[in-house]
């Protein structure tokens, strides 16, 4: 399944782990989100977690172009990766694996593998603001993402940052 960043903008979701765990194949598991935030959760409060064919975090690889991201968690404990850290404006598309990944990877993609591609060729800068209000007070939404990039013969350069919030129900 390939989820492109102008098809995840269409249907309103603007955050990392919001994309993937909406997705169908992580849709009918139960996914470590901001909702969890009073409980203790591997990666510590405020983690956000993919969980494919639900067997949990630890068995969903995620890859961030191609490579294996960098061991996530707190206080001395490998966890899964947190989708927080990766911007959206920063993502071109995110490519989810479920069918003979644990063969390539190893154990940890038992459930699958999900490689999030970043954009390489953007030349200029992007800003975009999206806000949510319910009809009742509480749980608003608000998300500013801004990028800029800089392309050339010899690379490019990529700068991008998300400030995102969610009120209290």
């Known amino acids: 399944q390939v989820i492109t960043s102008e098809e995840s903008t269409l249907a309103g979701m603007v955050d990392t782990a919001e994309i993937l765990q909406g997705s169908t194949i992580a849709a009918t598991s139960g996914q470590i989100n901001n909702y969890f935030t009073g409980y203790v959760t591997t990666g510590g409060p405020g983690a956000n977690t993919i969980s ?3 067997l949990g975090a630890q068995r969903t690889l995620v890859l961030l ?3 294996r991201a960098g061991p996530a ?3 001395g404990t490998v966890g899964p990766t ?3 850290v990766i911007p ?3 993502i071109e598309r995110v490519e989810i694996l479920t069918d003979g990944a644990s063969s390539i990877y190893g154990s940890d993609a038992v459930a ?3 490689n999030i591609i970043t954009r390489t060729n953007r030349d200029g800068g992007e800003m975009s603001a999206h806000v949510m209000v319910p009809f009742e ?3 608003e939404e608000y998300n500013i993402s801004a990028s800029h990039g800089w392309t050339n013969d010899r690379g490019y350069i ?3 940052a998300d400030y995102f919030k969610r009120e209290a129900l």
């Open 65 to 67: 172009n191609g490579r």
């Open 52 to 54: 494919l064919r639900g």
């Open 73 to 75: 968690g707190v206080r």
């Open 112 to 114: 699958g593998v999900v």
């Open 88 to 90: 959206n404006s920063l």
């Open 137 to 139: 007070s509480g749980g």
């Open 82 to 84: 947190d989708l927080n």
């Open 158 to 160: 990529s700068i991008s």
